[in-house]
């Protein structure tokens, strides 16, 4: 498993050029994707098991999808 800040770190850079922050709570994530410069949220989740982000292609694969679901306009996770 990766340390926690090794992990967040793949994430945020997985969302440039949108700002991401990373936080880690009880071993869980949440997760906030926003346009710096407007400071609109694309994307906010929260409770995010890292059980199954043990490697970087898991992180990777996990980004991807976020990206996918944001692309479609999927609003189910923005704040």
């Known amino acids: 498993m990766l340390p926690i800040s ?3 770190s793949i994430v945020e850079s997985g969302f440039e050029p949108l700002s991401c922050e990373c936080t880690e709570s009880l071993g869980l994530l949440r997760i906030e994707v926003y346009d710096s410069v407007t400071k ?4 906010l989740i929260s409770g995010v098991s890292t059980a199954e982000l043990t490697n970087v292609r898991a992180i990777s694969d996990f980004v991807g999808e ?3 679901e944001m692309r479609a306009g999927r609003r189910a996770f923005a704040g």
């Open 6 to 8: 090794v992990l967040c």
């Open 40 to 43: 609109r949220v694309e994307l």
């Open 66 to 68: 976020l990206r996918t």
